[in-house]
């Protein structure tokens, strides 16, 4: 039943993106729109499906109380959690971020559509017809400020995830418990359940850096950004023995959850590469010189330069994964230079030893 009823103005956790090169798929290329249809048709019923399959769990609602609501409109994407003051909240957060990460792994890896948007947190009321507030105001004057097809994070939320769980006076208190421990002193109940709370605290702390290192990158001009690129292995973040004993909690507690959780396979970083370059270079060839089309036409060579600056900023994100992975076969060395008429930027893949 559709829900016409105002919501309360809550805090949310919201994420918003857009496709990047909609508009000219409309304007230019009316024979592709057929297929660029199927492709956002697939990417729509994929993420809608993940969402649902989230929603469903009985893991993640119970443990983590995680509800994500979608909205879908044109070219828009707006996805949203609801945010509380729980112990958990770190994590719910770092979740919301981690299904961002998969859907723009889906749309661009998988389907070749690169996408532009923003996370933040802000004010919004929800429900079936309408979205209202400054927190979607918020959400979409980030994504428009940005130039580069990635998703950026709001600083905010970072520093909120990597702030010490403890103050520095707590840490002195764990601290001297720990000297008492090692010189063999008997602690009182309180120290022992302050100090054991503390530890388990501190334990999901290092988690959460872990998994933010992979989820999260901030490049040369200091944006974080959702790193799609990299691949996310739980035993990299919680330990293999950890997430033995995961299982087999899922396993006796939550029998609906178990077959997806032990079927969760961890993606071929060659295979992710290949198809990245693959997309990336079929771009850089498309945009990288001005064709018959635009030969002459100042206004769109200097559209499809703008264009093509995008891509270069893939390349150079892309080649920076090769780098960390040492996967240099699957590079993309490009040379840049500009057209004589207009002195618009050109570009073109090289086969020799050549980087950005």
């Known amino acids: 039943m559709v829900n016409n009823t105002p919501n309360p103005i809550k805090t949310y956790y919201i994420a918003y993106f857009d496709i990047l090169g909609y508009k000219d798929f409309f304007e230019t290329r009316k024979e592709e729109i057929p297929l660029f249809l199927d492709k956002i048709n697939n990417c729509i019923n994929d993420t809608l499906n993940f969402i ?41 957060l770092l979740a919301f971020i981690g299904l961002i990460y998969d859907i723009q792994r889906r749309f661009v890896v998988y389907n070749e559509i690169f996408i532009r948007g923003s996370i933040t947190k802000g004010e919004i009321s929800f429900n079936d017809n309408y979205i209202f507030g400054q927190g979607i105001i918020d959400a979409v004057s980030m994504e428009s400020a940005e130039r580069c097809p990635r998703i950026i994070i709001d600083n905010k939320l970072i520093e909120y995830l990597v ?76 330990g293999k023995d950890n997430i033995k004993s995961i299982s087999e909690y899922i396993k006796c507690n939550y029998k609906q959850d178990y077959e997806s959780f032990s079927n969760i396979q961890v993606e071929d970083i060659d295979n992710i590469l290949t ?22 036409n100042q206004e769109l060579s200097e559209y499809r330069e703008k264009i093509l600056k995008k891509y270069i900023w893939a390349t150079a994100y892309h080649n920076y994964i090769c780098d960390y992975y040492s996967k240099s076969a699957y590079c993309i060395y490009v040379q840049c230079n500009c057209d004589a008429l207009f002195m618009t930027m050109t570009a073109k893949v090289q086969t020799y030893d050549y980087k950005i």
């Open 163 to 238: 702030k010490n769980y403890y103050s520095d006076e707590d840490l002195g208190r764990i601290n001297s418990i720990e000297n008492s421990i090692n010189n063999g002193n008997i602690l009182t109940s309180q120290e022992y359940i302050f100090y054991n709370n503390a530890i388990s605290m501190l334990n999901i702390q290092i988690n959460v850096l872990k998994a933010i290192n992979v989820l999260v990158f901030k490049f040369n001009d200091k944006k974080h950004f959702i790193n799609y690129l990299r691949r996310f292995d739980m035993k990299d973040v919680f």
């Open 275 to 296: 198809l990245h370059r693959q997309i990336l270079v079929k771009k850089l060839e498309e945009f990288g010189y001005n064709n018959d089309t635009i030969f002459g």
């Open 52 to 92: 649902r399959g989230i929603n469903n769990s009985p893991i993640v609602n119970q443990i983590a109380n995680i509800d994500i609501k979608v909205k879908i409109f044109s070219d828009n994407f707006f996805i949203c959690m609801e945010s509380f003051n729980s112990p958990t909240e770190r994590n719910r």
